[in-house]
T-cell receptor, first 114, second 115 residues
Framework: QKEVEQNSGPLSVPEGAIASLNCTYS??????FFWYRQYSGKSPELIMF????GDKEDGRFTAQLNKASQYVSLLIRDSQPSDSATYLC??????????????FGSGTQLTVLP | DTAVSQTPKYLVTQMGNDKSIKCEQN?????MYWYKQDSKKFLKIMFS???????INETVPNRFSPKSPDKAHLNLHINSLELGDSAVYFC??????????????FGSGTRLTVV
């Protein structure tokens, strides 16, 4: 079983719609959760992080965390063509030892259609 | 000023050659990482150094050797390159390993193509 799983997509939504990206993780000791955006040919860019159950909002982005279900999601409201990218979920857990490195999912490719 | 810079950005080389990738960060972070991203966008940790000390050494062929001369620099040397080494290699940094609420800052990546 992969440690961090995401649907690879592609996920297509029309401009102005809500895009919903999902991520599940296997380690119950996971402490903090990150969403990165990666445009084609570019490096990953941190857009949100969350560590408490519930919702966290930042502009058009909302991260949602449910530790009981081991599930984290990212909602993008009023999607724009410029949001078209691959979205990577990353998890940091205490079981990764003192290093506590991030473990990444394989990403979901999002396309926002004009 | 670029926060995490990698050189070179592109590297095309023949099988069997030895090559190095360099990384420098000016963020004052203590921890640096090398990740490999395959064609399916999967990012896999290779190595991590905290203040010049190796703290993560994943199952990577010993043809790959990291070196950190100081906490602002982390280099990756690859011996006897193979076709399967073709990928994008990302350097990243973070403040401290135990700062769980900090993500990484990534460099721009080095696209390695072995022919």
């Amino acid at each position: 079983q992969k440690e961090v799983e995401q649907n690879s997509g592609p996920l297509s939504v029309p401009e102005g719609a809500i895009a919903s990206l999902n991520c599940t993780y296997s380690d119950r000791g996971s402490q903090s959760f990150f969403w990165y955006r990666q445009y084609s040919g570019k490096s990953p860019e941190l857009i949100m992080f969350i560590y408490s159950n519930g919702d966290k909002e930042d502009g058009r982005f909302t991260a949602q965390l449910n530790k009981a279900s081991q599930y984290v999601s990212l909602l993008i409201r009023d999607s724009q063509p410029s949001d078209s990218a691959t979205y990577l979920c990353a998890v940091r857990s205490i079981s990764s030892g003192s290093a506590r490195q991030l473990t990444f999912g394989s990403g979901t490719q999002l396309t926002v259609l004009p | 000023d670029t926060a995490v810079s990698q050189t070179p950005k592109y590297l095309v080389t023949q099988m069997g050659n030895d090559k190095s990738i360099k990384c420098e960060q000016n963020l004052g972070h203590d921890t640096m990482y090398w990740y490999k991203q395959d064609s399916k966008k999967f990012l896999k940790i290779m190595f991590s150094y905290n203040n010049k000390e190796l703290i993560i050494n994943e199952t990577v062929p010993n043809r790959f050797s990291p070196k950190s001369p100081d906490k602002a620099h982390l280099n990756l040397h690859i011996n006897s390159l193979e076709l399967g080494d073709s990928a994008v290699y990302f350097c990243a940094s973070s403040p401290k390993p135990r700062d769980t609420n900090y993500g990484y800052t990534f460099g721009s990546g080095t696209r390695l193509t072995v022919v």
